[in-house]
């Protein structure tokens, strides 16, 4: 998402200007709307387009585009009618933004490009993802630095290419008495071949379903992956890790699917009860990889021939997984030795 948005430093003060845009590029953003006269130098990657008036004017561009203040519905009526196939339509919501900005989405089609502003980073959200496709481009009003760290912590950034699957055939399956297991409920309902990647280290993690498909004493909860213990690490939908306690309501973790792609769904709220755990102890070429989770029927792992249910998984199972660079610093890769066991 973060290419679809447009960091507009609004102050009149230089240096909270210079300010907000070099916290912006630290952050990923490449796309600016600055003020004429603005002292920040855009580098050759970036684009900049600047607030002219009531308007916004691009390089290269002798006219400015108009930006369009719209209070009711009869005023958006009248501008979307108007609007020239093909051409950029930029709107400013003075009253309602929500379901505006929905009205106009569905009618936008492929006629014209739609640009919208955000008066706080708050508002992004909602502008990105109207009716599952948002505005084109949202311009998100920034008064101070710390304002861009609000934005990207409540945006989706793109899920990591696609995961290269690996097999790892399972060596035994123990019970090892009780401890802290964690289910994860997302906002989202996942597919039967969906999951999360959970492991002890980070070197290798092992796909864990969804409960898309019940039991015999339990009915479906495709919003939920039983994920194993506390300890246990969980790649996010940046691509770090992080432990499986710690993750929180809004946390945006990386749903897999049977193809090894990806998509961001958010943590809905995450359970710890004290479960009977079993240690799955699975042989990676010449490493051994271990995960624990709950001995349940409702608890399944991904293999070759499908998922399969931790209670009937039996030595010679080929459970699939990835591998992931082992060094990690607060959930980020980093370059070290490091060894697990």
Do not use: C
């Not at 690490?233 to 309501?249: H, K, N, P």
């Not at 897999?256 to 699975?282: D, H, W």
């Not at 499908?306 to 699939?320: I, S």
Request: no cysteine; net charge negative.
């Amino acid at each position: 998402m973060l290419d679809r948005v447009a960091i507009a430093p609004t102050t009149d003060d230089a240096a909270i200007e210079a300010a907000i845009v070099e916290r912006a590029r630290r952050r990923g953003f490449s796309r600016l709307v600055l003020r004429p006269g603005a002292s920040v130098r855009p580098s050759e990657t970036e684009e900049v387009v600047l607030r002219d008036g009531e308007g916004l004017r691009f390089p290269r561009e002798t006219a400015a585009v108009p930006v369009h203040p719209i209070a009711d519905l009869t005023g958006l009526e009248h501008l979307l009618a108007s609007a020239a196939d093909g051409s950029l339509l930029a709107v400013a919501w003075t009253g309602d933004r929500v379901i505006p900005l929905e009205w106009a989405v569905a009618r936008r089609g492929r006629r014209f490009r739609l640009w919208t502003f955000a008066r706080s980073p708050e508002e992004a959200p909602a502008a990105l993802g109207a009716l599952e496709h948002g505005a084109d481009r949202v311009v998100v009003e920034v008064h101070r630095p710390e304002e861009v760290d609000r934005l990207e912590a409540l945006l989706d950034r793109p899920a990591p290419a696609t995961l290269a699957w690996t097999t790892a055939e399972v060596r035994s399956v123990r019970p090892v008495g009780l401890g802290d297991r964690v289910i994860v409920d997302t906002t989202s309902l996942l597919r039967a071949d969906e999951g999360l990647l959970v492991g002890s280290a980070a070197a290798f993690l092992f796909h864990v379903a969804s409960e898309a498909v019940g039991s015999s004493f339990s009915r479906p909860r495709p919003f939920r992956v039983n994920a194993g213990a506390a300890h246990s690490y969980v790649l996010m939908a940046d691509g770090t890790t992080r432990y499986l306690s710690e993750l929180a309501a809004g946390d945006a973790v990386l749903a897999v699917g049977a193809s090894g792609t990806g998509r961001a769904v958010r943590v809905g709220r995450i359970k710890i009860e004290r479960r009977p755990l079993s240690l799955v102890l699975a042989r990676d070429g010449e490493r051994e990889r271990t995960v624990f989770l709950q001995e349940a029927e409702t608890v399944r792992l991904s293999t070759e021939e499908g998922r399969r249910a931790l209670t009937d998984l039996a030595p010679g199972d080929a459970v699939r997984g990835v591998r992931l660079p082992p060094a990690r610093h607060l959930g980020a890769e980093i370059e070290e030795s490091i060894e697990e066991r």
